[in-house]
């Protein structure tokens, strides 16, 4: 399993990005898929999830209402646009996948997921 993650970059407060996440090496159809970050001295942090169908999701407290993940099994790729971003949101941005059955889902632990991407970084100036 491969998981490539991409998009990061500097933009001003307020500004927006569309993290991707390009997987290979798996059923991607079959995997719920998830972001997390992790800024300078701190630990990673869940930041949303996604079901494997696509049609649940969930957010961190932090970003919802700003971050929306969608995702394109066809592409085998998991998207993250971030709205309305905040210096607070400076961090390596993560992509990860667990394998899910099909109801299965929402999970917002890092020891949930066993498969990583190599983070894209996002930086946010104020």
């Known amino acids: 399993v491969q998981l490539q993650a991409s998009g990061g970059g500097l933009v001003q407060a307020g500004g927006l990005l569309r993290l991707s996440c390009a997987a290979s090496?798996?059923?991607?159809?079959?995997?719920?898929m998830a972001w997390f970050r992790q800024a300078p001295g701190k630990d990673r942090e869940f930041v949303s999830t996604?079901?494997?169908?696509?049609?649940?999701?969930l957010y961190s407290d932090a970003v919802k209402g700003r971050f929306t993940i969608s995702r394109d099994n066809d592409r085998k790729t998991v998207y993250l646009q971030m709205t309305n971003l905040k210096p607070e949101d400076t961090a390596v941005y993560y992509c990860?996948?667990?394998?899910?059955?099909?109801?299965?889902?929402?999970?917002?632990?890092?020891?949930?997921?066993?498969?990583w991407g190599q983070g894209t970084q996002v930086t946010v100036s104020s």
């Open positions: 996604i079901w494997r169908s696509g049609g649940r999701t």
């Open positions: 090496g798996l059923t991607f159809s079959m995997y719920s």
């Open positions: 990860a996948a667990k394998r899910t059955i099909s109801s299965d889902g929402g999970y917002t632990g890092r020891e949930d997921y066993p498969y």
